[in-house]
Structure formats: C-alpha cells, structure tokens
Nanobody
Framework: VQLQASGGGLVQAGGSLRLSCVAS????????MAWFRQAPGKEREFVAA????????SYAGSVKGRFTISRDNAKNTVYLQLNSLKPEDTAVYYC??????????????WGQGTQVTVST
C-alpha cells in the first residue's frame, strides 16, 4: 500500500489543522492506521492510531483531548484533526499502515510526511 499525507502548514498556537492520508492499493480497510511525528533532533514518536474497523483508537498522552483520528474506508483515507495546537507540536507528521494488533508499533508502510509548524 502507498500512502500520501497532506494538510500540514503554518498555524499560530491555539489554531487547528486537519491532516489527511490517502492510501492506494488493496485492502485499505484491513489495515490499522496511525500517525507519528518527528521533531528536529528528536526521535519519531507515536501520536495516534485507529484500528481497521475504527472501533479502537489510541492516543499519546501529549495529544489526548486535542487531536482526533478518524478514517473513511470508502475513501481510503485516514484523518488527524489537530486542535489547540502548541509550539511543541511542530514536527513532520507521518501516516502509517500495518496489521499488528499493537496499535502503537510495528507499522509496515509509511507515507512521505507533512510538515506542521506552530508559531507562538
């Protein structure tokens, strides 16, 4: 499966963005989907994930209550709504697809990333 992320940009603190990730290939609805991010000089970190059926979601503590992950299997798309953005949310955001029951790890397919920059 190939993943194409979009929707990043420059936003002021407190603002919102919605990231999208479109998947091409077969059986999108059978994959768990996730978002990760990597800030300059830091390791990539888990942000949020959603199970293949959309019945289960998982969030990093730092974004819980501010970010919302969702998916539309008919459109082969996963979304990440980012609200109440903080400067520390600045990073390149990557979408990922996988089949591991561990929603926070072991993703096989990765998109190219989209830059989110939050100014003070």
């Amino acid at each position: 499966v190939q993943l194409q992320a979009s929707g990043g940009g420059l936003v002021q603190a407190g603002g919102s963005l919605r990231l999208s990730c479109v998947a091409s290939g077969r059986a999108f609805s059978s994959y768990n989907m996730a978002w990760f991010r990597q800030a300059p000089g830091k390791e990539r970190e888990f942000v949020a994930a959603i199970s293949w059926s959309a019945g289960i979601t998982s969030y990093a503590g730092s974004v819980k209550g501010r970010f919302t992950i969702s998916r539309d299997n008919a459109k082969n798309t996963v979304y990440l709504q980012l609200n109440s953005l903080k400067p520390e949310d600045t990073a390149v955001y990557y979408c990922a697809a996988g089949t591991s029951p561990n929603l926070r790890d072991r993703y096989n397919y990765w998109g190219q990333g989209t830059q989110v920059t939050v100014s003070t």
